[in-house]
């Protein structure tokens, strides 16, 4: 399997734009998380999804933030509009099955917004 | 909800010495537990995981940990540093259940000196 992949790796976008940061989860992992990682923050959880549904998503920062997850090979996170503050990488995770086993990390997307 | 600690931002040992990284949890059971490592630019790895059993566990790359459920711990050691563990270690902790989260500690510096 070639793990959790990330799209695009890097991505610099002006505020005010949309953006959409792209996951494709582990074949047959039914958990994905999204994360953000800033150097004030360190790594918070902003959604995860089990069997393709939203569980909690209180981490997402705001309303401008939306995930989705139409089926158990994608989802997505879109920032709209995005604001320099939005600048971070962030990871896409996947786990195997209802216990909390290994999570398996994307390479993760750096979003510069200028 | 669970919560974790790594009380220690940045940690400089000399190539050779041993290593021991804090990681305190809060949670109101036994929790999942997990040390992951990330390399500069790159995602997160696991190194070894805490589910139950045997308090001492071994993971890759010489590290092992050990809980210990009267001090809420769960601290990360290597018996001699080699320059290839400069990294970002991060602390985890799991809740038992089904569809629950994993949430991430801040996160500890290793530099390590010639």
């Known amino acids: 399997d070639a793990g959790v992949i990330q799209s695009p790796r890097h991505e610099v976008t002006e505020m005010g734009q949309e953006v959409t940061l792209r996951c494709k989860p582990i074949?047959?992992?039914?958990?994905l998380f999204w994360y953000r990682q800033t150097m004030m923050r360190g790594l918070e959880l902003l959604i995860y999804?089990?069997?393709?549904?939203?569980?909690?998503d209180s981490g997402m920062p705001e309303d401008r933030f939306s995930a989705k997850m139409p089926n158990a090979s994608f989802s997505t996170l879109k920032i709209q509009p995005s604001e320099p503050r939005d600048s971070a990488v962030y990871f896409c995770?996947?786990?195997?099955?209802?216990?909390?086993?290994?999570?398996?990390f994307g390479q993760g997307t750096r979003l510069t917004v200028v | 909800a669970q919560s974790v600690t790594q009380p220690d931002i940045h940690i400089t040992v000399s190539e050779g010495a041993s290593l021991e990284l804090r990681c305190n949890y809060s949670?109101?059971?036994?929790?999942?537990l997990f040390w992951y490592v990330q390399s500069p630019g790159q995602g997160l790895q696991l190194l070894l995981k805490?589910?139950?059993?045997?308090?001492l566990v071994q993971g890759i790359k010489g590290f092992e940990a050990e809980f210990k459920r009267s001090q809420s711990s769960f601290n990360l050691r290597k018996p001699s540093v080699h320059w290839s563990d400069a990294a970002e270690y991060f602390c985890?902790?799991?809740?038992?259940?089904?569809?629950?989260?994993?949430?991430f500690g801040s996160g500890t510096r290793l530099s390590i000196r010639p």
């Open positions: 805490y589910f139950s059993g045997d308090t």
């Open positions: 074949s047959g992992h039914n958990s």
């Open positions: 985890a902790v799991g809740a038992r259940g089904s569809a629950s989260k994993i949430i």
């Open positions: 949670y109101g059971a036994t929790p999942y």
């Open positions: 999804f089990n069997n393709n549904v939203p569980i909690d």
């Open positions: 995770a996947s786990i195997k099955g209802q216990m909390n086993t290994e999570a398996f």
